[in-house]
């Protein structure tokens, strides 16, 4: 059963840093493309960065120059490095991931439980 788990929310204050985690989990065969999503209160959810299997990395313009995308292939995981953060930056954010299941020859996206972000002024 493949699952995403989250890490590294928290309440910090404009001008500091957060560093969120995600690591993938299951029976897996690969892991495609990878990416932070965020939501907050009354939004709709909206793309922060995605990273693909090959290295490419997409941003919002929003977080351009602030916040970076990694991951680490090998251990599943995918971190968001997220510096000077701002007071519009608040929201839960969201890990995705599109991965093969190891019984599957299709890849499916699938959603981490969110981790919440705070700044405050």
């Known amino acids: 059963q493949v699952q995403l788990v989250e890490s590294g929310g928290g309440e910090v204050q404009a001008g500091g840093s957060l560093r969120l985690s995600c690591v993938v989990s299951g029976s897996i065969a690969s892991i495609a493309d990878m990416g932070w999503y965020r939501q907050a209160p009354g939004q709709r959810r909206e793309l922060v960065a995605t990273v693909s299997g090959a290295g490419y990395t997409n941003y919002a313009d929003s977080v351009k120059g602030r916040f970076t995308i990694s991951r680490d292939s090998g251990a599943r995981k995918v971190l968001l490095q997220m510096n000077r953060l701002k007071p519009e930056d608040s929201a839960d954010y969201y890990c995705?991931?599109?991965?093969?299941?190891?019984?599957?020859?299709?890849?499916?996206?699938?959603w981490g439980q969110g981790t919440q972000v705070t700044v405050s002024s």
């Open positions: 995705r991931a599109f991965v093969r299941p190891s019984d599957s020859s299709s890849t499916y996206p699938y």
